[in-house]
């Protein structure tokens, strides 16, 4: 079955950076769009950033949006995010996901939480101020 494990969060002061790493298995990776998303207590899951299939396309949420890097490298099934100049804010569990649910008109990005499956654990990322 379709398995995803993010890693690499921590706790870092306000204006670091983190590298997170999102490990899938059981697809076709290089045939998925993917995603990162992240939740904070007491807060909806929020779509943040997603990335084509091939990688050539991107498109970020405007509260990450110069920020955050997503990539990905096909031939290790694997998904990054580079997070720069982090704040508080950011504080939160953050997910990644293969997007499984496309509009046959719509644009080519979502960052849809209904679009998207095959949840992990997450990984905890935390900014002090």
């Known amino acids: 079955q379709v398995q995803v494990v993010e890693s690499g969060g921590g706790l870092v002061q306000a204006g670091g950076s983190l590298r997170l790493s999102c490990i899938a298995s059981?697809?076709?990776?290089?045939?998925?769009?993917m995603a990162w998303f992240r939740q904070s207590t007491g807060k909806e899951r929020e779509g943040i950033v997603c990335?084509?299939?091939?990688?050539?396309?991107?498109y970020y949420a405007d509260v990450v949006q110069g920020r955050f890097t997503i990539s990905r490298d096909n031939a290790k099934n694997t998904l990054y995010l580079q997070m720069n100049s982090l704040k508080p804010e950011d504080t939160a569990t953050y997910y990644c996901?293969?997007?499984?649910?496309?509009?046959?008109?719509?644009?080519?990005?979502?960052?849809?939480?209904?679009?998207?499956?095959?949840w992990g654990q997450g990984t905890q990322v935390t900014v002090s101020s």
């Open positions: 996901a293969p997007r499984v649910r496309k509009l046959l008109n719509g644009p080519w990005y979502s960052l849809r939480v209904a679009d998207y499956e095959h």
């Open positions: 059981g697809l076709t990776f290089d045939g998925v769009d």
């Open positions: 990335i084509s299939a091939s990688g050539d396309r991107t």
